[in-house]
């Protein structure tokens, strides 16, 4: 049965890439970057300082890079409630999120 597992499997790079879900989640995950230009509190830092990803259902996980080595992971409901607490308040730091396909947002207070 083994032997019939290892064939099923494949470690091409294009099979080992994050798939869309099935119709269940038809959405998929979306990943996205956050840099601040400015740095208003002086604790995260300028430059990029999260990662993240929204999932189909809205709910948002963020990995913090700072403090390093290994930075800190926050969950949220939805991608809203993350621009709320960690953005939106923070107008002066000129955050541009940048999402995998390239859309972007900048957070300036305009």
């Given at each position: 049965?083994?032997?019939?597992?290892?064939?099923?499997?494949?470690?091409?790079?294009?099979?080992?890439?994050?798939?869309?879900?099935?119709?269940?989640?038809?959405?998929?995950?979306?990943?996205?970057?956050?840099?601040?230009q400015n740095d208003e509190t002086g604790?995260?830092?300028?430059?990029?300082?999260?990662?993240?990803?929204?999932?189909?259902?809205?709910?948002?996980?963020?990995?913090?890079?700072?403090?390093?080595?290994?930075?800190?992971?926050?969950?949220?409901?939805?991608?809203?409630?993350?621009?709320?607490?960690?953005?939106?308040?923070?107008?002066?730091?000129?955050?541009?999120?940048?999402?995998?396909?390239?859309?972007?947002?900048?957070?300036?207070?305009?």
């Amino acid at each position: 049965m083994s032997e019939e597992i290892e064939k099923e499997l494949s470690i091409e790079p294009a099979d080992l890439k994050p798939k869309r879900p099935s119709m269940r989640a038809p959405e998929g995950i979306r990943t996205f970057t956050v840099c601040r230009q400015n740095d208003e509190t002086g604790i995260s830092g300028e430059g990029v300082v999260i990662e993240g990803a929204t999932f189909a259902t809205g709910h948002t996980v963020i990995h913090w890079l700072t403090p390093a080595p290994r930075g800190s992971i926050a969950f949220f409901d939805a991608f809203d409630d993350f621009l709320k607490i960690h953005i939106k308040p923070h107008p002066t730091n000129k955050t541009i999120i940048t999402f995998e396909d390239g859309e972007q947002t900048i957070y300036d207070g305009g």
